[in-house]
């Protein structure tokens, strides 16, 4: 079939999910559509509960929806990739194994290439600052820089697909808009497509092209929101510029609005 447009990285279709526990019935997402274009950065936000961490779950083929299809690069998920990669608010690092290994643990999994994961691995920490910490244990890393490992643990199975769910949220404040910013450039970079889920408006408006507004249980689609700092021209600004510019605080103001936080039950 002839397309005009390109294939988008990400198709949901009508996605509904229904939890099913001895106890209830739970339905954590209704009638979700949402395409993200290759190389694109979206941010979806949303009150917690609100079938954030489930979308992103279906997305990754861990688990099927239960009504509905979801595509990616033109195929339907079935299971698990290694073109997508999955980073979580918890980084998950082994604690007895060193970084470098660490960050070669998704490519031995895989089966890749040892040799070739190891340079990869090797690469990627010393590109993010942690080149002498390859052979440390996890434990003696800060936050920020284990943050940064599973990043880069991520980003070593070379995935064109980046699922992250609030991976920064277990940071301190400063830690965050550090690493915001450092991440920002690094996925930029790598010309990666990107979904970050997170219940932080303010980086998903510095960081993201596109930001989606997400109803409370069951998750809908409420809105969303192109992002553009006009000032900057076509260069996307970092994400600590973004925060300075006066169109940061009209989408702040907005999507706070929207967001149905102040809605107590
Ligand atoms: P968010 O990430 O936006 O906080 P979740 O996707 O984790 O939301 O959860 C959405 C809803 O589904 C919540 O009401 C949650 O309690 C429920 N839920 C999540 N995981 C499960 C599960 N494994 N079994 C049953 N219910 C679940
Ligand atoms: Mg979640």
Not at 72 to 96: C, E
Not at 171 to 199: F, M, N, P, W
Request: hydrophobic share 40%; with cysteine; proline share 6%.
């Amino acid at each position: 079939m002839l397309r005009n447009t390109p294939i988008p990285a990400v198709e949901i279709r009508d996605v509904t999910l229904n939890y099913f526990t001895p106890e209830r019935e739970t339905l954590a997402l209704s009638n979700i559509t949402l395409d993200v274009a290759k190389g694109e950065f979206i941010a979806l936000v949303g009150s917690s509960g609100c079938g954030k961490s489930t979308l992103l779950t279906l997305v990754s083929g861990l688990m099927p929806p239960s009504r509905g299809s979801i595509k990616v690069d033109g195929l339907d998920v079935t299971a698990p990739s290694p073109s997508v990669g999955f980073m979580f608010q918890k980084d998950t690092l082994l604690d007895w194994r060193s970084i470098v290994d660490n960050v070669m643990l998704g490519a031995e999994l895989l089966g890749l290439d040892r040799r070739r994961a190891r340079l990869r691995a090797e690469t990627l920490l010393t590109r993010y600052g942690l080149g002498e910490f390859m052979h440390s244990l996890p434990h003696q890393l800060s936050g920020g820089m284990r943050q940064r490992a599973a990043l880069a643990r991520t980003l070593c199975c070379e995935p064109d697909l980046l699922l992250l769910d609030e991976p920064f949220s277990a940071l301190d404040y400063q830690t965050r808009l550090a690493l915001s910013d450092e991440i920002a450039a690094i996925l930029q970079a790598e010309g990666k497509t990107v979904i970050l889920v997170t219940h932080d408006i303010g980086e998903a408006i510095s960081m993201a092209d596109r930001v989606i507004v997400m109803s409370r249980r069951p998750g809908r689609i409420k809105s969303e929101h192109q992002i553009s700092f006009p000032s900057f021209g076509d260069k996307r600004p970092t994400p600590f510029e973004a925060r300075k510019c006066p169109e940061f605080a009209q989408y702040f103001q907005t999507i706070w609005d929207e967001l149905d936080l102040h809605e107590v039950h």
